[in-house]
């Protein structure tokens, strides 16, 4: 459906993209990952139409999007991250207009605007001022602004930032029931677990260049360990000869002393986990708490780049 | 006391102050501008030239009594002289071109001669007035009074009229030779003369003109907000896009401009007596400059917090060079012809026109011309320099 290839866009000296290029295949959940001025926002803008490569294109069903601009803004929606609704307009309001943009008017648009309100959980505050919304409200109607005229694909650029755990959960569900709908989402964020539940495939982009594009499942087989075991111990600390026992077992990827006790990457849970608890025991530590999990795409991220996705985003995983 | 919170707060404020050097220039320039301009409309340093009264004279006479006191008004450095006849003064004097026109009649030099020592059959002075100038009128209405009455008495006591000789009537006593009908000329002589449509006329381009700018900030506020993003995302040109804003500029002011002139109407006895086609057409070309003079600015500017402080010198220009604030005649002469180059200048005087001056739909031609042509020139300035693509 999309083909982005080799994209550049630069920003006086700054390289904002650089060589960009994957593949949105209609019906596709993609999800551009990556910090904070990555590039994901500049290539959302080139994918729209907003902004013209420097180099490369970026082509809708064999168009290329800058040429025929307006004939192909038709069958996509952008979601800027920035809210883009009038705050002192009502919610309708809002929505008359940005239907009126592309050509909608009357009984069909007032159909198409009943549709997306109703989506994204707002029919009844259709008559409220913007103003008077929470920011999870704000950020369903600026999405229910993308969906009016029908868009086969949806540009979302980080539509869930700086919204309460419950408004990103509603998002989520209007996000799904797009996707159920059979749409085309590419989804922008830096929250590993936003992009693990709703895409397909992860592009992930740091500096502006393409770090990997894969599905979650083929992202995390790049990582040597799946499988993470946190551990504290009571009053004692681990020995480097306890955390060099456990590095030597077979199946253990990697240890690390934490604050109260040891966090262990492994293949999986079976043997090693086994093996691990008896070189720990052995050591006279007593274990206060055991948690485990799977590793999480900020690992991938950090194996990836070296770096982390978001500034404390490491502590927080450890 | 916690000086040291205080010392704190204060070098923080003067911190910020400092921070927004654009503000502060504005805030220092605007006044010194304002004061500059003000200062020198009223006399300056007394180096500066001074606006000349523009009056005609209509010499019916032709003696050497009315030739006299025609060298002599034009000789004046207070008066702009022309030389005219009576359809001519009138029709100027109508149009706001001359502020006072002098008919000096039929048989003027003797009848005010023989007038000055026997006080009988005064010939009567016709002065036709520009009735918002009732300044200017007093002044020409004195000085006629002083060149008429030299050059009357040097006639007198040259001996060259009747019998009445100088020395009778001198027993006799003198007495003003003449009298001045005053005629406040419009072209509707139904509607009198309200200052008030002046004032009007005015304040209206000011603050249609501060509406074109607010539309301008509030574009660039959008171009900084995600707003701007879904308008991009939309299938939509520049020119489009351009000309919805004009449009919905240009319907905003005329909103603005009915209401302030109903009230106008309405409270102030504003009459609209020359053409309401006329007057209507002004006010849409005075709207649709305002609205492109607003997308000129906001595609020059490159923030809103730039373009607001362009816009606040540019419009106060336009409004003081244009005449809103004070009358232009009472310019300096330079500063007369350059107000005709700003399209405030031809808003006030074509609306002052369709109102109290009354004059016809072909007084509105040129003022429509100018202020429609300066709107065109302000769109095409936008359409090239405004930034669309990213």
């Known amino acids: 459906m999309l083909s982005i290839s080799h994209l550049q866009k630069r920003f006086g000296e700054r390289v904002a993209v650089d060589d960009v290029s994957f593949e949105v295949r209609a019906g596709e959940t993609i999800g551009l990952l990556g910090p904070n001025g990555a590039g994901k926002t500049t290539t959302l803008s080139m994918m729209s139409g907003i902004a013209r490569p420097d180099g490369g294109s970026v082509s809708f069903d064999g168009q290329i999007v800058h040429q025929d601009a307006n004939h192909l803004k038709m069958r996509v929606g952008l979601v800027p991250q920035d809210l883009a609704l009038y705050d002192e307009l009502s919610a309708w309001a809002n929505l008359e207009l940005f239907g009126g943009l592309y050509g909608l008017a009357g009984a069909r648009l007032a159909t198409r605007a009943d549709d997306a309100l109703r989506l994204v959980g707002l029919a009844d505050r259709r008559r409220d001022r913007v103003k008077e919304f929470s920011g999870g409200m704000k950020r369903r109607l600026n999405i229910a602004g993308a969906l009016l005229h029908d868009p086969e694909l949806v540009l979302l650029d980080e539509p869930t930032v700086g919204v309460d755990p419950q408004s990103r959960n509603a998002i989520f569900e209007n996000l799904e029931e797009l996707k159920r709908r059979g749409k085309t989402l590419v989804y922008t964020t830096h929250y590993m677990e936003e992009a693990e539940r709703l895409c397909d495939r992860i592009v992930i982009i740091d500096h502006g260049k393409v770090i990997a594009n894969d599905t979650v499942h083929g992202l995390y087989r790049r990582l040597p360990a799946s499988r993470v075991v946190a551990l504290e111990f009571d009053g004692a600390t681990a020995t480097d000869a306890v955390l060099a026992g456990l590095g030597a077992l077979t199946g253990i990827c990697a240890v690390q002393r934490t604050a109260a006790g040891v966090r262990v990457e492994m293949e999986d849970f079976g043997t090693p986990l086994a093996r691990a608890l008896e070189i720990i025991a052995g050591a006279g530590l007593r274990v206060a708490s055991l948690e485990t999990g799977r590793t999480s795409l900020e690992d991938v991220f950090i194996a990836l780049t070296g770096h982390a996705l978001r500034d404390g985003a490491k502590a927080d995983a450890s | ?390």
């Not at chain 2, 509406?211 to 489009?240: C, F, N, Y």
Request: charged share 15%; glycine share 8%.
């Open chain 2, 1 to 390: 006391m916690n000086y040291l919170a205080i010392r704190a707060l204060i070098r923080n404020d003067l911190r910020i102050y400092m921070t927004d050097r654009r503000a502060m220039m504005i805030g220092v320039l605007v006044p010194i501008l304002i004061a500059a301009f003000f200062g020198y409309v009223f006399g300056g340093n007394g180096s500066a030239e001074a606006g000349k009264i523009p009056i005609a004279v209509v010499d019916e006479d032709d003696s050497d009594v009315s030739r006299a006191i025609a060298a002599d008004l034009a000789a004046e450095p207070l008066l702009a002289m022309q030389a005219l006849d009576r359809t001519e003064a009138e029709r100027r004097v109508r149009g706001g071109k001359v502020q006072v026109a002098a008919i000096i009649p039929k048989n003027f030099g003797g009848d005010a001669t023989r007038a000055l020592f026997s006080g009988q059959t005064k010939p009567q002075v016709e002065l036709l007035i520009d009735p918002s100038q009732a300044m200017s009128s007093r002044v020409v209405e004195g000085l006629l009074a002083q060149h008429g009455m030299q050059e009357i008495t040097k006639e007198a006591f040259s001996g060259a009229s009747d019998g009445s000789g100088p020395a009778a009537g001198l027993q006799r006593g003198l007495s003003m030779p003449y009298v001045v009908a005053t005629t406040k000329m419009t072209s509707a002589q139904k509607v009198p003369y309200s200052s008030y449509a002046h004032s009007f006329a005015g304040m209206t381009t000011q603050f249609i003109l501060l509406a074109g700018i607010d539309a301008a900030i509030v574009l660039l506020l959008t171009r900084e907000r995600g707003l701007w993003q879904r308008l991009r995302s939309a299938p939509l040109s520049k020119t489009q896009f351009l000309l919805a804003r004009t449009l919905a500029t240009t319907l905003v002011g005329l909103f603005q401009f009915v209401l302030i002139y109903a009230a106008a109407i309405g409270v102030f006895g504003v009459r609209i007596g020359g053409s309401v086609i006329g007057f209507a057409a002004i006010a849409v070309a005075l709207c649709l400059l305002n609205a492109t003079f607003g997308l000129m600015l906001a595609s020059i500017g490159r923030s809103a917090a730039a373009t607001r402080g362009i816009a606040v010198i540019a419009t106060l220009l336009l409004v003081m060079v244009g005449g809103a604030w004070v009358p232009s005649f009472i310019f300096p002469k330079w500063l007369q012809q350059v107000s005709l180059a700003t399209p405030t200048r031809w808003a006030v005087d074509g609306l002052d026109a369709m109102t109290w001056r009354s004059l016809g739909l072909d007084a509105a031609l040129p003022p429509i011309l100018v202020l429609s042509g300066s709107a065109l020139l302000c769109l095409a300035i936008a359409i090239w320099q405004f930034r669309w693509e990213e």
